[in-house]
C-alpha cells in the first residue's frame, strides 16, 4: 500500500486564490519532508525541504512567502501556493525519507495545479 | 555542481530491450536511483543501487554503474508497451544530505509494436 498520500490529486484554482497540498506519511514518522514541483515536459525540481517544528529550508529561487510550508506533526506536512497564478500551475509532489542505511526515498502521488 | 544528464527520448521495438542511460558529477554520490513516471502520474521507485555496486539486477531490469565514469544505465529487458513512461535518474549529491534527490530530465520511452 501507499507509504506516502498527498492530497488532492487534482485542483483548480483561479488566480489570486490560495491552494493548499498536504502531504501525509502513512508508515512512519517523518522529521523531513521534501517538496518537488514539475513543470511539463521538464524534470522535477527541489523547492524546499520541511522540517517539523521549525522553519523549512528554501531551494534557491524558490519565494518562500509565496509557497508556506508547515510541518506541525511528524506525518503531516502542507504546502499553500498564496495567490496563486498560473505560472505557478505544476505537478507538485512530496518526499519522505523513513531513516535508516538502506532505505529509500518515498514519494506521494503527486498533486497537479492548475490556476485559471 | 551537481547536475544529472539524461538523453531525452528512446523509442524501442516491443521485445527488444532498452536502455536508458544517465551521467552524473557528482562522485561521492552515495545512492543512485531510477523512477519511472506514466502520464498523469506520479513517481514510481523502480531500482536503486549503492555506489559500492557494479550492477543490480532484478528481474527484468538491470541497473550498471560505472563511477569512473559517473555513468549509470538502466536496462529493461523483453520491454512491453507498458514499460511506456518517463525513466529518471537521480542521485543523492554528498553536499545535500542523505535523502535531497536531484533529477536528470527524463528520458521518454516509447514502445512501439
Known amino acids: 500500500g501507499a507509504v506516502v498520500s498527498q492530497h488532492p490529486s487534482w485542483v483548480i484554482c483561479k488566480s489570486g486564490t490560495s491552494v493548499k497540498i498536504e502531504c501525509r506519511s502513512l508508515?512512519?514518522?517523518?522529521?523531513?519532508m521534501f517538496w518537488y514541483r514539475q513543470f511539463p515536459k521538464q524534470s522535477l525540481m527541489l523547492m524546499a525541504t520541511?522540517?517539523?517544528?521549525?522553519?523549512?529550508?528554501?531551494e534557491q529561487g524558490v519565494e518562500k512567502d509565496k509557497f508556506l510550508i508547515n510541518h506541525a506533526s511528524l506525518t503531516l506536512s502542507t504546502l499553500t501556493v498564496t495567490s496563486a497564478h498560473p505560472e505557478d500551475s505544476s505537478f507538485y509532489i512530496c518526499?519522505?525519507?523513513?531513516?535508516?542505511?538502506?532505505?529509500?526515498?518515498?514519494f506521494g502521488e503527486g498533486s497537479w495545479l492548475t490556476v485559471v | 555542481g551537481e547536475d544529472v544528464e539524461q538523453s531525452l527520448f528512446l523509442s524501442v521495438r516491443e521485445g527488444d530491450s532498452s536502455v536508458i542511460n544517465c551521467t552524473y558529477t557528482?562522485?561521492?554520490?552515495?545512492?543512485l536511483y531510477w523512477y519511472k513516471q506514466e502520464p498523469g502520474a506520479g513517481l514510481q521507485l523502480l531500482t536503486y543501487?549503492?555506489?559500492?555496486?557494479d550492477m543490480k539486477q532484478d528481474q527484468r531490469l538491470t541497473v550498471l554503474l560505472n563511477k569512473k565514469d559517473k555513468h549509470l544505465s538502466l536496462r529493461i529487458a523483453d520491454t512491453q508497451t507498458g514499460d511506456s513512461a518517463i525513466y529518471f535518474c537521480?542521485?543523492?549529491?554528498?553536499?545535500?544530505?542523505?535523502?535531497?534527490?536531484?533529477f536528470g530530465a527524463g528520458t521518454r520511452l516509447a514502445v512501439h509494436p
Open positions: 537521480a542521485e543523492i549529491p554528498s553536499s545535500g544530505g542523505y535523502n535531497k534527490l536531484i
Open positions: 520541511s522540517n517539523e517544528g521549525s522553519k523549512a529550508t528554501y
Open positions: 518526499s519522505v525519507f523513513p531513516g535508516g542505511f538502506g532505505n529509500t526515498i518515498y
Open positions: 557528482d562522485s561521492s554520490s552515495t545512492y
Open positions: 543501487i549503492f555506489s559500492n555496486m
Open positions: 508508515d512512519f514518522q517523518a522529521t523531513t
